[in-house]
């Protein structure tokens, strides 16, 4: 896909965006570039279903690199896009991209269209192999069948080199407690293991 490509599309009104807001045209152009700023290394891409929906939850340090990082690592591995939840996923360029918003409604509706998709937890600046929080409400929507993986996602935030580890999908516990509690233990097994 070249800038030519994704001009004519768009004069000539043939260019598609997706009801959450994905426009796949743009998102095969900036790969390129994202490949320029980041060497990224997947271990554990087995692991990721070549059609249908899963659910990926990583570690956040700064917030900045890991979201980007993770969704081109994904997308490298699979020719699939991550839709990455967040904040920010509400503001129609990162739409765009693959953002949507961060709210369990929106995880559930992508889930149930088949959709890779990421939630991060929450920000532990201090110590970036410490699992942050996330919220219980968080993974309360992911439908029945729909595999949730932790990951490590492990680099500087100004350097190249960036490392993300995917564990195997993390089971909803039986005994009542929140799903998001044994997904940020797996999280932090990864981080622990990560070199």
Known sequence: MTLLDV???????????DEWGLDTDLLDLVAPFADLRWSIDLDGA??????GPAVIVANRRFGLSEPPVLARAVGAATGRPL?????GGQHAA???????????????????????VSVHLGCSPRNGRCAG????EALA???AGVPVLPAAVVGRELGR????????PVPAPSDGRPWTDAVRAAV???LDGAC
């Open 7 to 17: 001009t004519r599309r768009r004069w000539d009104g043939t260019h598609e965006v």
């Open 83 to 87: 839709r990455f939840l967040g904040p």
């Open 188 to 190: 932090q097994v990864l």
């Open 94 to 116: 990162l739409r765009r991209l693959g953002g949507a918003g961060d709210r369990p409604e929106e995880l559930a509706g992508l889930a149930r269209a088949r959709h890779l």
């Open 161 to 168: 080199a960036w490392r993300v580890t995917l564990g195997p």
């Open 46 to 51: 087995g692991l990721l279903p070549a059609d």
């Open 141 to 143: 929507l992911v439908p």
């Open 133 to 136: 929080p996330l919220e219980p």
